[in-house]
C-alpha cells in the first residue's frame, strides 16, 4: 500500500455517491387516470406524465450508509478471513508471514505478522471497496479492497510500519466499530516493518478448528508460513499432475481421474477453490483426465467477490477452458495410443493437436439381458466389463437388439465359428476408418419348423401364429452380415434348439408374455432354460410397495422351473421336479440334524421324522 503514516485520529471516510437519488412523493404514484384501450396513458401525474421532472440520465452509485451494514456483508469462515490477510501479505512483498494461535474455551487467538512493506496510508486499510494497492497489482490480480473486512464484527487490533517510515502505528476496532459512526484513534507503537493483525473467533463445531484452517490456507500458499515457531507444510499444487503447460502466464495440470467437487482445481497464489474445469474420458476404458490450474498473473481472469470462490465467466476464462482442454489432448498425444471417441479425436485436432486414430479394439460381444434400460440392450450385458478382443479381418459387430433375441442366439453360436470373433457395438468410434470397416451382424431371426411341417418366423409372425409354447421338430437361427452402411453382404444360418417370441400386447419383461419354442432333443436342460428365462425376463420392482428383491427373485425363479419342467421332462418327471423345488423352496421350515420322510396321498399327507446315521 502507498501512503504516509498518521497519529491521531483515524475516521472511516463515507463513501461518496455520484448522483443524488430522485425522491417520488408517494401520493404521486397513486394519482393520474389511464384511459384503457386507446394505447396512451393522460395523466397530470409527474412521474408517469411529465418526463421534464426526471433527470436526464442516471448512473450506479453506492447508498452513503452502506457501511452501516458492513458487518451483515462480510461472514467469513476462519479459513476465509486467514486466506485475505495471507493474500494481502504476499501482495505487500513479504518472504514470509508467522501465525501464532492459542485455543481457550473454544475461543482462538490468532496474530498474523507479515515483514511486508507495511501501510502507508491507515485510513486506505478501512476504505471498504478501495484497496490502496499499486497500479500493476491492481491489473494482474483485481484486489476488492475488502480484505480487512473479512474481520469485521470482530475486535482487532492492527499494528503495522511503513518501509517508508520510521514509526509505526497501534490501533484497535472493536467489534461495533466497523459501521464508519465512531472515529478510531491511532497510537505510537514499537514494530518492524511489516504489519500485524490480532484478533478472535469463535470455533465452531462445524468448521475446521484454527489449527485444520491454518494448515489449509498453508498448504499451498508460496511463502513460508510459520506456526506458532515451526513452518507449516506447504506443496506444489501441481505436484501429482502428469504433464504440465503454461499459459499467459498460468501453469495448467493435466491429473488423472474425474474432477470432484471435494478437490480444489484451482490456485489463486495459495486460495484454492472448488471449481470444475475440464474433463476429457476416453471409450471402453476408466481413463478420466481433468485440469487443474495454478494462476499467475494472468490479465483477464476474475474471480467473483468478495468471497473469491468461483470464477467470473468472461472472455479469459472461455479461453482459459479451451487452453486446458488442449493441455489434456497434448498429454493424450504423448502416450503409445488412446481411446477417445471420434467427436473428442476430432476436437483434439480442431484446437491443433494432430493424434493417431483411436486404439483398434472393442469388448467381446455378450447378449443383452432384462435388466436393459429402457430396451436398450447396450446399457446393461453380462459381459458389460469384460474381455477386450483386437480388430482384425474376421471381426463382426453385432448391432444390438432385444435380450429375447440375443439370448438364444448366443446359445446358437456355441458350435459356429463366428462367436469368438464377435464384438459389441460402440457407436462414438463411428467414423474412425477401422470403425467403419467393420462388418455388423444384423437382422437375426429364428426360423421354425412345427412337427406338422409349417415353417414360421419367431421373430416376424403375429401373435395369433404363437399363442402358446410350441415343441418344434427343428429351429434355424439366420443373421445377415453386412457392412456399416446397411449392404448385405452374405448370410449365416446354424441349427439351435429353442427360439423366443413375445406378444407385442405385452411388455416383454414378462414371463407370462414369453412364448418357447423348443426341440425335443433332450439337449436344452430345464436348469438352462430357466437361466435363459432368468436373463430374459427377470427384472424387479422397485416400488417401495413391492417385495424385496429376494423374495421377487425367488418367485420368479418357482414360476421359470415350473414352466421348464413342464416343457422339457415327461409328466411324471415334471411332477417329481416340481414337488422337489417346492420342498427345496421350503426347506428352512425342515428340522436341523434330522431326516424327513413325507408320503402324500390324496386323502392324507404323512410326515416321519428319522435321525441321521452317526458316522462309522
Known amino acids: 500500500m502507498s501512503g504516509s503514516p498518521s497519529t491521531g485520529t483515524l475516521a472511516i471516510p463515507p463513501l461518496s455517491a455520484e448522483a443524488k437519488p430522485v425522491t417520488v412523493d408517494a401520493a404521486l404514484c397513486s394519482a393520474g387516470t389511464a384511459e384503457k384501450g386507446r394505447g396512451r396513458v393522460e395523466s397530470n401525474d409527474p412521474v408517469h406524465g411529465d418526463l421534464s421532472m426526471l433527470p436526464s440520465s442516471i448512473r450506479p452509485s453506492v447508498a452513503e450508509n452502506t457501511i452501516i451494514k458492513v458487518t451483515r456483508l462480510f461472514n467469513g469462515t476462519l479459513t476465509d478471513v486467514l486466506n485475505e490477510l495471507l493474500q494481502n501479505a504476499r501482495r505487500a512483498g513479504a518472504s514470509c508471514v508467522a501465525i501464532s494461535h492459542h485455543t481457550d474455551d473454544d475461543i482462538a487467538t490468532i496474530c498474523v505478522t507479515d515483514d511486508g512493506s507495511g501501510v502507508e496510508q491507515p485510513a486506505n486499510l478501512l476504505t471498504l471497496g478501495s484497496s490502496g494497492w499499486d497500479g500493476s497489482t491492481i491489473a494482474r490480480e483485481d484486489p476488492a479492497g475488502m480484505g480487512v473486512f473479512s474481520l469485521a464484527g470482530r475486535e482487532v487490533t492492527i499494528t503495522s510500519c511503513h ?9 484497535t476496532i472493536p467489534a461495533d466499530g466497523w459501521t464508519g459512526e465512531t472515529d478510531l484513534v491511532l497510537h505510537p507503537a514499537e514494530h518492524p516493518i511489516g504489519t500485524s493483525l490480532r484478533f478472535s473467533i469463535e470455533q465452531s463445531p462445524s468448521q475446521p478448528k484454527a489449527e485444520q484452517a491454518i494448515a489449509a490456507v498453508a498448504r499451498f500458499f508460496p511463502l513460508p508460513v510459520i506456526v506458532n515457531g515451526i513452518e507449516a507444510k506447504r506443496e506444489g499444487f501441481l505436484d501429482s499432475a502428469l504433464h504440465r503447460t503454461s499459459w499467459r502466464g498460468t501453469t495448467i495440470g493435466v491429473h488423472a481421474g474425474s474432477n470432484s467437487w471435494k478437490e480444489p482445481s484451482v490456485n489463486f497464489h495459495g486460495l484454492t477453490i472448488n471449481h470444475k474445469l475440464v474433463t476429457v474420458s476416453e471409450s471402453l476404458t476408466a481413463r478420466h483426465y481433468h485440469a487443474r ?5 494472468t490479465a483477464g481472469l476474475q ?12 472472455e479469459a476464462y472461455a479461453e482459459l ?14 502416450q503409445p495410443s488412446h481411446r477417445l471417441s471420434f467427436e473428442d479425436w476430432q476436437r483434439a485436432a480442431e484446437l491443433g493437436v494432430t493424434l493417431p486414430e483411436a486404439d483398434p479394439v472393442l469388448k467381446r460381444w455378450a447378449p443383452a439381458t432384462s435388466h436393459s434400460e429402457y430396451g436398450n440392450p447396450s446399457l446393461s450385458r ?9 480388430v482384425d479381418a474376421g471381426t463382426v459387430i453385432v448391432l444390438g437388439d432385444d435380450a429375447f433375441v440375443e439370448q438364444p442366439f448366443d446359445r446358437a453360436l456355441v458350435t459356429h465359428p463366428m462367436g469368438p470373433y464377435l464384438a459389441a457395438e460402440h457407436s462414438s468410434y463411428a467414423g474412425f476408418a477401422w470403425y467403419d470397416a467393420v462388418a455388423r451382424l444384423q437382422d437375426v431371426e429364428f426360423v421354425v419348423t412345427t412337427v406338422d411341417g409349417q415353417i414360421l418366423s419367431a421373430t416376424e409372425m403375429a401373435a395369433d401364429q404363437f399363442k402358446a409354447d410350441l415343441r418344434a421338430q427343428a429351429i434355424a437361427c439366420r443373421w445377415n452380415i453386412a457392412t456399416a452402411a446397411g449392404d448385405v453382404l452374405r448370410q449365416e444360418t446354424t441349427p439351435t434348439d429353442i427360439a423366443l417370441f413375445v406378444d407385442d400386447d405385452y411388455w416383454w419383461e414378462n414371463l407370462e408374455a414369453l412364448r418357447i419354442a423348443w426341440t425335443d432333443t433332450r439337449a436344452l436342460k430345464p436348469e438352462e432354460l430357466v437361466n435363459l428365462l432368468e436373463c430374459v ?7 417401495s410397495a413391492a417385495d424385496s428383491w429376494d423374495t421377487q427373485h425367488e418367485a420368479f425363479l418357482r414360476d421359470a422351473r415350473s414352466r421348464a419342467n413342464t416343457l422339457l421332462l415327461s409328466a411324471d418327471e415334471a411332477i417329481v421336479a416340481n414337488i422337489r423345488d417346492l420342498i427345496f423352496a421350503n426347506r428352512w421350515r425342515l428340522p436341523q440334524g434330522r431326516t424327513v420322510t413325507i408320503a402324500i396321498g390324496q386323502e392324507a399327507v404323512a410326515v416321519e421324522l428319522g435321525d441321521l446315521p452317526e458316522a462309522a
Open 303 to 314: 474471480l467473483l467477490l468478495p468471497a473469491r470462490k468461483e470464477f467470473v465467466v468472461n
Open 537 to 543: 425376463c427377470f427384472s424387479p420392482s422397485d416400488d
Open 382 to 390: 453380462q459381459g458389460a466389463s469384460g474381455e477386450e478382443i483386437p
Open 293 to 297: 490450474v495454478d494462476i499467475g498473473d
Open 163 to 171: 518501509a517508508a517510515h520510521d514509526s509505526a502505528w497501534r490501533v
Open 321 to 334: 477452458l479451451i487452453a486446458c482442454e488442449r493441455a489434456i489432448y497434448e498429454h493424450i498425444a504423448l
